[in-house]
């Protein structure tokens, strides 16, 4: 059965139903009389000190809501629902992350100390005096209301008046000073001088020394994000144009680029773009150096007393104040300019309809249009820098530099036959006095008839020697001249002859009847 038992120690025990256990209370050592727990029909009364002796206090049924004195010295900590929500410490007392410190409503904060994070509050005005200012925080002043700008709000710190303004009235916020152009947003340094631009501005940022930029809502139609110097000059602007949904780009108080509705591309100012849309126009306007250039670090060519030695192509103006197309090619190796046209549908009209992969077409101006060039104007030309060397007129002429040797030294037609035979041996009628042909292949290779390729490598197809047009030109007027030599030299043999066989009245009326004059 259930009892109560008092021990030699001063302990008394409560035994449970069975005997089975119990739970002691111990006096301990008392040194003087008093009522520790007085047990009321509506309370308990402690009559001294509670000691927890590091262990928690439980506050609810299911034991996760208490307090804890045991995890740190000096410190209490309040657990709800299981989670550490605040604690208590020597003259501290920490809202804990995570934790929400709600003021409900009608609750009132006093503040007669130092509240460090929230600036100092001293004072709210009560619009009864002349200044109808709502709220003055001291210190860095917030002012709302202020009747002397005619601000709706203001920030002050350090004697500035107007480190951060609101204006209602006029639709705009300004950061450093007080906005006092147009609506908007207005930012700039306190000593940066006059502002960006004049027109109505919907963003201002402006830097001491450094210049600033702005969003501006022009009287003008246009939207535009401008850069200033340190003098406060419009010196870079990317601009929109309502009027012409163009948009525009200016350095240095220039416009430079321009991308009009239709997406051409125009630079110097250029603003009707003849190119179709998304094409490009440069403007260079009256300057006479390259219109473009093209680059790259693997070209390294060393001619810098006329190009950088990375530029590989320029286009630009022929002549300063004339114009026309210049374009220049610089390599490392041979090959500088080369035009490839590549094409599907071939054409084999040999007249003057035929066209041709790479064609080259000329024009002279008529009036305003564009026409035929006169009879014999010259209409292509290749130069050795600027001396012409090859010319194609208007009516299919050529014209070259034949300031070179002719083969006199040779034979003439027996280089001609010689050529014959070995370009197309099948299409030829050999005759008697073939056999006494002395030249060769080496031959014709070295009078610069024929291009120097071995003959492995044009048998096995590798390569193939051109023929010298203007080389054979020469060599077949040199084959005439060797041949009217021979005849001139038969015909004064013949004469010989027949002076010698019918005498010389005789030789002369044989002539006459055959209409052949002699060489006197």
């Known amino acids: 059965m259930a009892e109560i038992r008092i021990n030699a120690t001063g302990g008394v025990k409560l035994y449970d139903a069975d005997d089975s256990h119990y739970a002691q209370i111990i006096a301990g050592t008392i040194t003087s009389n008093t009522d520790v727990m007085t047990l ?6 402690m009559g001294t000190k509670l000691d927890m002796n590091g262990n928690n206090l439980i506050l609810d049924a299911d034991a996760d809501t208490y307090l804890d004195g045991g995890t740190a010295d000096d410190v209490v900590d309040v657990y709800v629902a299981g989670a550490k929500d605040w604690k208590w410490g020597a003259n501290s007392i920490n809202i804990l992350s995570g934790t929400t410190l709600t003021i409900d409503s009608g609750a009132t904060i006093t503040n007669s100390g130092t509240a460090n994070g ?53 639709n705009r916020v300004g950061i450093i000073t007080a906005p006092d152009l147009g609506r908007g947003l207005h930012i700039r340094h306190a000593d940066s001088g006059a502002d960006v631009h004049s027109n109505s501005q919907d963003l201002v940022v ?33 601009v929109y144009e309502h009027s012409t949904n163009d948009m525009r780009f200016t ?21 009707a773009a003849d190119a179709g849309a998304g094409g490009l126009t440069l403007d260079q306007n009256a300057v006479d150096t390259g219109i473009l250039t093209m680059k790259s670090s693997d070209v390294g060519h060393g001619m810098t007393a006329v190009e950088e030695t990375d530029t590989y192509a320029v286009f630009g103006k022929y002549a300063a104040a004339d114009g026309g197309l210049l374009i220049k090619g610089y390599s490392e190796q041979t090959e500088a300019i080369m035009l490839k046209g590549a094409y599907v549908h071939g054409d084999t009209t040999h007249t ?6 790479v064609w080259v ?37 050529i014209f070259y530099d034949g300031a070179a040797a002719a083969f006199d030294e040779y034979d003439d037609a027996q280089l001609v036959r010689t050529m014959a035979t070995y370009r197309a041996p099948d299409a030829i009628i050999q005759s008697k006095f073939d056999k006494f042909i002395k030249y060769n292949r080496q031959d014709l290779i070295d009078a610069n008839l024929m291009g120097d390729v071995s003959l492995e490598d044009e048998i096995a197809g590798k390569d193939k020697p051109l023929i010298s047009l203007t080389g054979m030109q020469k060599l077949h007027n040199g084959a005439i001249w060797q041949q009217y030599e021979k005849h001139e030299q038969l015909l004064e043999a013949v004469y010989d002859l027949a002076k010698e066989a019918v005498g010389e009245e005789k030789a002369n009326a044989i002539l006459d009847k055959h209409e052949i004059k002699r060489l006197q």
């Open 206 to 238: 402006e830097f001491a020394g450094h210049g600033g930029m702005s969003l501006l809502g022009g009287t003008s139609g246009e939207c535009r994000f401008m850069f200033g110097d340190s003098g406060d000059n419009d010196i870079g602007s990317i």
């Open 251 to 271: 350095a240095n108080a220039t416009e430079t680029m321009r991308i009009q509705d239709t997406g051409q591309i125009a630079t110097g100012g250029e603003t």
């Open 118 to 170: 929230f600036g100092a509050l001293a004072g709210i005005d009560d619009q009864s005096s002349s200044n109808d200012d709502q709220l003055t925080i001291s210190d860095t002043a917030v002012i709302i209301n202020e009747d002397s700008d005619d601000l709706d709000f203001r920030v002050e710190s350090n004697s500035n008046a107007n480190m951060l303004t609101v204006d209602g009235g006029d």
């Open 352 to 357: 003057a309809s035929g066209t041709a992969p």
């Open 361 to 397: 077409q000329v024009y002279q101006k008529d009036g305003t249009n564009i026409g035929t060039p006169a009879a014999n104007e010259n209409m292509f030309a290749i130069a050795k820098e600027t001396a012409t060397i090859f010319i194609v007129d208007e009516d299919g002429d």
């Open 40 to 45: 009321g029909h509506a309370a308990v009364v």
